[in-house]
């Protein structure tokens, strides 16, 4: 059914031909102003809201090609057919490289060919138009969301600057103990933490948190823990005392469990959580949901620790039990997250643990010859955080 709002301009100094291609068009449902020669053609269509032009080739004064080169240059959105007595193929050429939607031959016989070349024209014109709108709509969504990129880029950088600041330094005590870590997000936050201190100039306390999820929610959560275990360390007292040495690692746990229960972060936690007394060189330690195992390197010999805990976060009443350890004079204690079983060559978790401590057993001296060991520096994308935390004594 055709548009009757859609306004044709019909340019053509023939007039009986001008008159009978308007009427057949009126007939058909549109709206059809007329004129005589170009300039007049013109001048109408700068005055009146027109869709499709039609205009005869051989014209005096202005010719059809003319026409249609000046419409073309004031909008090259409108269509534009051309009509001619003479079929010459130059003519032809000349036209559609102008822009022209169609070309055809008078005499017009079957007026039906003209309606159907208009009705074309006009859908094509209606096609481009919206995908000009679909295009500028893509492009301010496409702004609106670069612009929010930028933001989140921002806040990224700025979240990142927090979390790096909360970071504790390597750390020496004068017994001879060597703490240092190393973090590698998978995003440009990281779900994984460690932190450590020497507390009492005795106690030397650390621990490993690798919190569920990824990006800023779980970045948000290590920054919250950190906070949290400065308090209890600050005004609880923990790990200042022989009595907290004993058991402060469980209490901590439990601690924190309570508090992500209460306050639904909608995160839990896998810990390891260690305390040495440097002065009797016995370390006890908690183990909650955490993988794999922290490895004690001693004289070229590698093994995991023992021991296993529920997660922090999940069970309410949870509760975990305390390992003891006496340290050598010499050893490495390495502490990975789960994300490094990632980057490891072999294929099941039996043979990835077996390959760690094959690889930490000669390569546990220190941080650095821990992350050379395993290229850490060389990953460019982790598909999970990465932390480590080495504690050494007498290398």
């Not at 079929?87 to 036209?95: K, L, N, Q, R, T």
């Not at 209890?232 to 058991?247: I, P, Y």
């Given at each position: 059914m055709t548009d009757t709002s859609r306004t044709l301009l019909i340019i053509d100094d023939d007039k009986p031909?001008?008159?009978s291609i308007a009427a057949f068009l009126e007939d058909s449902g549109f709206q059809v102003?007329?004129?005589a020669d170009g300039p007049t053609g013109l001048a109408l269509y700068a005055e009146r809201d027109i869709d499709l032009v039609i205009t005869d080739l051989r014209m005096p004064s202005m010719d059809g090609l003319t026409v249609l080169k000046n419409l073309h240059d004031i909008s090259a959105d409108t269509p534009v057919i051309v009509i001619s007595g003479a079929?010459?193929?130059?003519?032809?050429?000349?036209?559609l490289r102008l822009g022209a939607s169609d070309y055809l031959i008078k005499p017009i016989v079957d007026m039906e060919v003209l309606v159907h070349s208009v009705e074309k024209a006009l859908e094509r014109r209606d096609l481009l138009a919206q995908n000009k709108k679909y295009r500028e709509k893509l492009e301010r969504a496409n702004k609106g969301l670069r612009e929010n990129?930028?933001?989140?880029?921002?806040?990224?950088v700025a979240g990142r600057q927090v979390q790096r600041r909360l970071l504790p330094h390597p750390q020496t005590t004068a017994e001879g103990y060597s703490v240092a870590h190393h973090i590698a997000p998978s995003l440009y936050l990281s779900g994984d933490f460690v932190d450590y201190a020497h507390i009492g100039r005795r106690y030397l306390a650390f621990y490993l948190a690798d919190v569920s999820g990824h990006g800023a929610s779980s970045a948000f959560v290590t920054i919250w823990l950190k906070h949290l275990v400065s308090r209890?360390?600050?005004?609880?007292?923990?790990?200042?005392?022989?009595?907290?040495?004993?058991?402060g690692a469980s209490s901590m746990l439990a601690d924190i469990n309570r508090e992500l229960n209460e306050t639904s972060l909608n995160h839990h936690l896998t810990f390891f959580v260690g305390v040495i007394d440097t002065q009797t060189h016995e370390m006890r330690y908690v183990v909650a949901g955490h993988l794999p195992m922290p490895l004690l390197v001693t004289e070229g010999k590698a093994e995991f620790l023992q021991g296993s805990g529920k997660p922090v976060g999940i069970f309410k009443n949870a509760s975990w039990q305390v390992h003891s350890l006496t340290l050598p004079e010499q050893f490495s204690l390495v502490c990975f997250s789960d994300g490094v079983l990632e980057i490891l060559p072999a294929a099941s978790l039996k043979e990835k643990e077996a390959y760690l401590l094959e690889l930490m057993a000669q390569k546990a001296q220190n941080l650095e010859t821990v992350c050379n060991a395993l290229a850490i520096k060389d990953v460019s994308e982790t598909p999970d955080d990465i932390a480590i935390l080495t504690i050494t004594r007498g290398y």
């Open positions: 031909v001008r008159h102003v007329e004129a079929g010459v193929m130059s003519d032809v050429v000349s036209a990129l930028r933001v989140l880029e921002r806040d990224q209890m360390v600050r005004e609880e007292g923990l790990f200042g005392d022989e009595a907290s040495f004993q058991t």
